[in-house]
């Protein structure tokens, strides 16, 4: 088991670097630049427009750039003699700014050594700004979980044994209903037929009442989670019932539950002691690629419900070409998938006893 | 459910009748201290990026750091023009030498940020210095550049001095009539407490944007900030400029509300104060009954929607100057360069269709960059809608039907840029590429008439919504468009100077504001003179920039199109709010928020 | 050499040809006689022929013109005179920017999926036909591509990209085509090792042959149970990325970009959001319940 888990993440290496790379060289490929963003003003002069093109580094070749946000500059461009001013570089020249005087030196230090820059619309560390959002788009995950799985798999389990009755009919052409209209659309309606406009249930966004002091425990503002979370859980629903009946018709024609029925077992013993219980193996081993997959935020939602979540900030970055930002969620996200899989792997490991890692 | 939401909307109108009948209760004191309730106001924008007002870049931040810091001059929200003695501006008189390049500011002696601490001049001149350093990023740095390094070139102030507590001298490098504002695009902070915090060590404000004042001048202080939710901001009774005597709302919220829709149905929903109405919905506020009650003020906008023009040749950006600043010769752009085909567009687009189908007739007509609020506005400048003219002006630009089929492009028959540049684009079709960027159906809208209007008088448009960062900038900055569709807001007081717009200076490919690289000498020497009129007399200037206007209509470097006219709305039991047309919150620490009856 | 061809005939392929062949009527018996998947399909076919027959559609029997803008007849209602859905806010008939947007929004979903499945077949069948550095070299790519946020890659690519219909049907086959190739790789570890691939391999068939001959035929259910819920996918995925900004941009009208547009014109003019809503929803909806009674009917398990 060891081995196996110390196999898989050398394994990831590789991987993690393909993922950097790739993304790197998308996102910095991509037309405009961040600092005609951000200096979008004619009131900002040239001067100012280098100075900040220089300190963002964002004119340097693609491969210089992605050399610093992996491994720093503080290498590139050093201080020999104290002055506070460079003297000494490699790759990179010492005025790059072209104010006549050469720069200070590099500072950066790379994500390897856990410098993940500054966002350049925030100029904060882009981490402190995940973690921030991240809260609330793991409270609506786990929402999320708690209802499309259980329900998800309820229905899948009904419908594969009612299979071809009105119940499996029903339950296929709601659950497909409920996947086939556009997310957007889904969450307007919600709003506006549970929201002050028509009903008046519940509230329309937000995570709790807009009072100082923060959000209360989650307890006393369920509320609020209740419409974001039945937008997002739509299409889970249907997944994982949809997954669950195939697999446990899988179960059902198998051979050992057809010895267990020839037993003299009754129908339902073999149907949950015996299919279900098989059948959710599988399941358990999308749970965490699930999760993962859904940490990267539901931008749409958040967006309409207003929930402080990743997705929204992840949208904003790559309109505003917020590189630090950007590769930051993407080294997290990537890294959770990794994990994710991995996870996945062990559990159907530990749940299906033909498989010895 | 249709015929339940109609009893509720039948509800709701017979419950908004008896609000009516309700007697509304007198102006001013109707509430006390605090007890004005909580007003809420919705951003669509991003998160503020920074509370320190010397890094502040957008909107968001700008919204909030406008209640927690002073500025040297504020606008008088009446006339629109700035004036000394006005609440939340530091200035009490202010007066230039007979050269007209030494401004004397005096500044009140009675106002102190809210730890007792007398605001100085020496505040204004830390933000000042921290700006000059270059070490932080600043949009205005450029103002007081000369000042880092000594060279008069470049900025407009050369020195600021602080020869009392309570004088601050400014030294302009030139006599200059626009000058004036530009000492005010820095925002007083409480030296004090910044030298605590960063001392001559500039840069570390970077490290350190989200930084929560702990000592602010203004209506409200406190930030509470939970980042994707709101700003929340108390009122502190110690600002003594407030309307009343004391600040009325208890709390201020900035809520973040990402969808401009769900914004609006919180707003009617009562969840949130005022609203300014996206233009879809601006008129379901006028017409919709259920909608009736809430208080409504229009106003005219200080900015305007125009098409750029690109004159010069888009293939090969050339800046409008060389390295010695001689103005460098444009290659005409193929199809723009000729003016009577940028006057042809003028004329080939019905704009009253457009202000009345795309704007439900909240806008109005403009034909130069001043905007009719603006008191050099002339309004006998109006471009008139007439094809057949227009088709006239390409006959006479060289750009002919030579197969009568109306259907198909006309084509360059001895053109403008066949004549001058390449006798080899003889023949070829008359196309241009339509940009407009992504976002807002309004824009796509506009695109779309425009395309469908030039296709009728013979042009090939080829009409593209695209992505702002991505696409649009990259294009309109780097002057490789052909026309684009953009918005300008200008700042109060409206400055009727455009040399940020239309010299050479600033026609630099890649960065500069005079995208189409139009050049006019006589604009330029007319632009120039205004700024230096001896002691800046309106008339004088009015004159010269009525010249100015009559140059930018004939020569079209830009399709002006149209001023907005848009709409604040309020909660009905907001009282006291009276907003101009220059700003619709500047009495917010009056506000009150009657108590609703059940 | 003349021998060859004749064992080919006889032998092998006539012992997949029973299985298939049979396998095939069952599953089309099976469909034929589920009247939700039939009417789904009907459906779906009707929206598909209206959608390509736009153009003459509406020239000849509505005689409107899907882009001429009308401004002062804008937000016509549904049943205008002469404008069956009303007219948009451009005063453009409302039914024929649908069925124009129609060809868009479908063709996109269509082509993308399909060339989503080519790739993912070519590389699969590949991939798990030659095994060792081959396979491992695609392992790693998609394991790759696969950990960074889908959405995310969708929303940086898109902007790289500047989409119109065209590289969208890139991008979105470019995310989508890994799918497949799991599937694809996964059969074919399992075909190749097979009789009847052992022996067209024993007979001189070249690598190609066996892998697009043999082999894909093998895993064609599966991928046309997988293209039509991909297709209705990706017709949901365009309409999402019109919302966010990143979609099919105007002047090309889409069900994604009408929809999202018509957001904004939520209570002036509720028809531009219910009519595209309800033919988004309708068709992903009629995909799905095709995909779902597809993989019943090839469903070898189940006997009636």
């Not at chain 2, 008339?539 to 830009?558: G, H, S, T, V, W």
């Not at chain 3, 005179?81 to 806010?89: K, N, V, W």
């Given at each position: ?9 050398i ?9 950097t ?38 004119n ?10 992996l ?23 010492l005025?790059?700014?072209?104010d006549?005087?050469p720069d ?54 009904l419908a594969?044994?009612?299979?071809g ?9 709601l659950?497909?209903?409920?996947d ?12 506006m ?27 006393q ?24 009946r ?10 050992y ?5 020839a037993?003299?077992?009754?129908n ?5 002691r ?12 999308f ?71 | ?12 109108c017979?419950?908004?009748l008896?609000?009516?009948v309700?007697?509304?209760i ?12 909580i ?6 924008a ?54 007209g ?76 009539c626009?000058a004036?504002?530009s ?16 001392g ?38 110690s600002?003594?400029?407030s309307l ?18 769900v ?5 009617i ?19 919709d ?11 005219t ?10 004159t ?48 439900d ?42 197969d ?59 009409f ?21 569709l ?51 007399d ?40 009276n ?20 | ?27 089309l018996?099976?469909v ?5 998947t ?25 005689q ?28 453009r ?12 929004s479908?063709?996109?979903?269509f ?10 077949v ?42 119109g ?8 086959a ?41 082999i ?14 991909a297709i209705g ?16 941009k ?37 995909l ?17």
């Amino acid at each position: 088991m060891n081995h196996f888990i110390i196999r898989r993440l050398i394994q990831a290496i590789p991987t993690f670097f393909g993922i950097t790379i790739i993304s790197y060289f998308i996102i910095a490929a991509a037309p405009g630049d961040p600092v005609s963003i951000l200096t979008f003003n004619p009131r900002t002069s040239m001067e100012e427009r280098q100075r900040l093109a220089a300190r963002l580094g964002v004119n340097d070749p693609i491969y210089l750039q992605y050399l610093r946000w992996l491994v720093g500059d503080d290498w590139m461009r050093w201080d020999t003699d104290g002055d506070g001013l460079s003297d000494r570089s490699i790759l990179i020249p010492l005025d790059a700014d072209g104010d006549g005087e050469p720069d200070p030196p590099g500072e950066r230090l790379g994500i390897l050594r856990g410098d993940f820059g500054r966002s350049f619309t925030y100029r904060e560390n882009p981490l402190k700004l995940i973690g921030e959002r991240l809260p609330a788009t793991i409270e609506l995950n786990i929402a999320t979980l708690l209802i499309s799985v259980p329900l998800g798999i309820t229905i899948g389990i009904l419908a594969a044994i009612w299979r071809g009755k009105s119940f499996d009919q029903s339950a296929r052409v709601l659950a497909v209903v409920g996947d086939s209209v556009p997310s957007f659309l889904m969450a307007f309606g919600l709003i506006m037929i549970f929201g002050a406009p028509t009903f008046n249930l519940l509230p329309m966004g937000g995570m709790c009442a807009p009072v100082r002091g923060g959000c209360p425990p989650i307890y006393q503002r369920l509320e609020y989670l209740v419409l974001p979370t039945i937008a997002l859980s739509l299409g889970g629903i249907a997944g994982w019932s949809r997954f669950m009946r195939a697999a446990m018709l899988e179960t059902i024609t198998s051979d050992y539950v057809r010895t267990a029925k020839a037993k003299g077992l009754s129908n339902r013993a073999v149907w949950f002691r015996h299919s279900a219980r098989n059948a959710l193996i599988p399941m358990a081993t999308f749970l965490g690629p699930t999760f993962v997959s859904l940490l990267g935020g539901a931008t749409i939602i958040e967006t309409i419900f207003s929930w402080p979540g990743v997705g929204r900030l992840l949208t904003q970055s790559v309109s505003a070409q917020d590189y630090p930002v950007i590769m930051a969620s993407v080294v997290i996200g990537s890294v959770l998938t990794i994990l994710g899989f991995l996870i996945s792997d062990i559990l159907y490991a530990v749940f299906d006893p033909r498989i010895r890692l | 459910m249709k015929s339940i939401s109609k009893w509720l909307v039948l509800g709701l109108c017979l419950a908004l009748l008896g609000t009516l009948v309700i007697p509304v209760i007198a102006q001013e004191d109707i509430s006390g201290p605090g007890e004005g309730g909580i007003i809420i106001t919705g951003n669509t924008a991003d998160d503020p990026a920074t509370f320190n007002p010397l890094l502040a870049n957008d909107t968001s931040s700008f919204d909030i750091v406008q209640w927690l810091y002073p500025a040297l001059f504020t606008v008088n929200w009446q006339t629109g023009e700035s004036e000394p003695n006005q609440p939340g501006g530091l200035a009490e008189s202010w007066s230039y030498d007979e050269t007209g390049t030494i401004l004397t500011i005096n500044l009140r002696q009675d106002l102190a940020w809210n730890d007792g601490t007398p605001i100085t001049s020496a505040d204004y001149l830390y933000a000042v210095n921290a700006v000059r350093s270059g070490q932080i990023d600043n949009s205005y740095a450029s103002t007081f550049e000369t000042m880092a390094d000594g060279s008069p070139a470049g900025g407009k102030v050369a020195s600021v001095e602080a020869p009392d507590p309570y004088t601050v001298v400014v030294t302009f490098t030139e006599a200059d009539c626009v000058a004036f504002e530009s000492v005010n695009d820095i925002q007083v902070v409480p030296a004090h407490v910044f030298q605590e915090l960063y001392g001559e060590d500039y840069a570390a404000m970077m490290e350190d944007p989200r930084s929560i004042p702990t000592v602010s001048f203004g209506a409200f202080k406190d930030i509470e900030f939970a980042p994707a939710q709101r700003v929340s901001l108390v009122a502190d009774q110690s600002y003594p400029d407030s309307l009343l005597g004391y600040v009325s709302p208890e709390e201020w919220v900035y809520l973040s509300v990402p969808d401009e829709n769900v914004e609006t149905e919180r707003f009617i929903a009562g969840e949130i104060t005022v609203l300014a109405v996206p233009s879809t919905r601006q008129n379901d506020f006028k017409t919709d009954p259920a909608l009736a009650d809430f208080k409504t003020y229009e106003f005219t906008g200080n900015g305007f929607t125009f098409f750029a023009m690109n004159t010069a040749d888009p293939s090969n950006p050339q800046p409008g100057l060389d390295e010695d600043g001689n103005a460098l010769p444009q290659i005409p752009h193929p199809v723009l360069g000729d003016v009577l085909v940028r006057r042809a567009i003028t004329q080939a687009v019905d704009m009253d269709a457009i202000l009345e189908g795309i704007r439900d007739g909240n806008g109005i007509k403009v034909a130069t960059h001043t905007i009719p609020t603006s008191w050099v506005y002339n309004p006998d400048l109006q471009y008139t809608f007439d094809t057949a003219a227009a088709q006239a002006l390409l006959d006479e630009a060289g750009w002919v039907d030579d197969d009568g089929d109306a259907s198909t492009p006309r084509v360059c028959q001895n053109c403008l840029y066949a004549r001058e540049v390449d006798p080899a684009f003889e023949g070829s079709p008359l196309s241009l590429k339509l940009r407009v960027p992504e976002g807002g159906v309004v824009g796509s809208q506009i695109g779309e008439f425009f395309k469908a209007s030039l296709d009728e008088i013979g042009f090939s448009t080829d009409f593209q919504a695209i992505d702002w960062g991505s696409a649009f900038l990259p294009e309109l900055t780097g002057q490789t468009f052909d026309m684009a569709l953009l918005s300008w807001s200008l700042g109060l007081p409206v400055e009727p100077d455009v040399t940020d717009f239309y010299t050479p200076a600033v026609d630099v490919p890649g960065a500069g504001f005079n995208f189409t690289s139009y050049y006019n000498e006589e604009l330029n020497q007319i632009l120039a003179e205004a700024r230096v009129v001896p002691g800046c007399d309106p008339e004088a200037r009015k004159a010269l920039y009525l010249r100015a206007q009559e140059i930018l209509f004939n020569d079209a470097p830009y399709y002006y199109m149209y001023v907005t006219e848009s709409m604040t709305a309020v909660q009905p039991n907001l009282e006291n709010w009276n907003p101009t047309p220059y700003s619709r919150i500047w009495d917010t620490d009056a506000w009150a928020l009657l108590d609703q009856p059940e | 050499m003349t021998a060859q061809p004749s064992i080919t005939k006889i032998g092998i392929p006539l012992h997949e040809e029973i299985r298939t062949k049979s396998l095939l009527q069952k599953a089309l018996y099976r469909v034929w006689h589920d009247r939700l998947t039939m009417t789904a399909l009907i459906i779906i076919v009707i929206l598909t022929t209206l959608a390509i027959l736009a153009p003459f559609i509406s020239n000849q029997i509505l005689q409107v013109e899907y882009d001429k803008p009308d401004l002062r007849n804008n937000y016509a209602p549904i049943g205008a005179p002469g404008h069956i859905l009303g007219t948009d806010d451009l005063g453009r008939d409302h039914l024929a920017r649908l069925l124009y947007g129609g060809q868009v929004s479908l063709g996109i979903a269509f082509f993308a999926a399909i060339l989503a499945i080519i790739i993912g077949v070519t590389v699969g069948v590949i991939s798990g036909y030659y095994g060792g550095f081959i396979d491992d070299f695609v392992i790693w790519f998609i394991t790759t591509l696969d950990s960074i946020p889908s959405l995310f890659l969708l929303l940086i690519i898109s902007a790289v990209l500047s989409p119109g219909p065209f590289s969208l049907v890139l991008i979105l086959a470019f995310l989508g085509w890994i799918g497949a190739t799991r599937i694809v790789r996964g059969e074919t570890f399992s075909l190749r090792e097979r009789d009847f691939t052992l022996a067209a391999r024993s007979m001189g068939a070249s690598d190609w042959r066996i892998m697009f001959v043999h082999i894909v035929p093998n895993v064609a259910s599966l991928l046309i149970i997988s293209l039509t819920s991909a297709i209705g996918g990706l017709i949901l995925t365009e309409s999402a990325l019109s919302f966010l900004g990143f979609g099919v941009k105007a002047p090309t009208p889409s069900w994604g970009n009408m929809l999202s547009g018509g957001i904004d014109l939520l209570r002036r003019a509720p028809h531009l959001i219910f009519v595209p809503g309800i033919l988004i929803s309708l068709t992903v909806f009629c995909l799905y319940l095709i995909g779902d009674g597809l993989r019943d009917a090839f469903d070898p398990r189940i006997s009636d």
